[in-house]
């Protein structure tokens, strides 16, 4: 998360398909709960059925799915649901598609 | 931060005026170097020279600081640089005006 300065990572299967995403939000969440995480596995931290948009979707629809859950950045799966990008509401506005 | 679900909060000095900003990116970075938090004072957290954007400046002017320095939330400051609000990247997607 720090590294790629995203505030946020995916957690995923064995066979790297997302099982959910993990955020500076949760962490905080976390943190307030009095958890310092040491012990804790990124599966059991994550948020379940995380947003997400498959690569082949328009990005207009990737910005209605930002609007509708009111988050700025999206996972972008393939078809087999393994993340192969996140997508901001930066990289959409900048594109000028909308 | 977590009441408002902002994912930040804004820190003021004794006459209401904007000093910093206190993020959950902070938060992870503080807790990544070790740090509790439990004695540290705000000031001492809170990012020095916040983006912030005055009250009568226009909307669009938001969106293009917020697309400058890659961020998706603004503090509106009045003319005596007192927070008033918060405006995100949602806010004005929602309002048309881009």
Same mark, same amino acid.
């Given at each position: 998360m720090t590294r790629k300065n995203f505030g946020m990572t995916t957690v995923v299967d064995g066979a790297g398909r997302l099982v959910g995403v993990f955020t500076d939000g949760d962490l905080r969440r976390l943190h307030l709960a009095g &958890?310092?995480?040491? &012990?804790?596995r990124a599966s059991q931290l994550a948020t379940r059925a995380p947003k997400l948009i498959e690569a082949n979707e328009l990005a207009a629809k990737a910005l209605d799915v930002m609007e509708t859950f009111q988050i700025t950045s999206l996972v972008v799966v393939d078809g087999e649901r393994r993340p192969v990008a996140l997508i901001r509401m930066h990289d959409i506005l900048r594109a000028k598609i909308v």
């Open positions: &958890e310092p995480g040491g &012990e804790v």
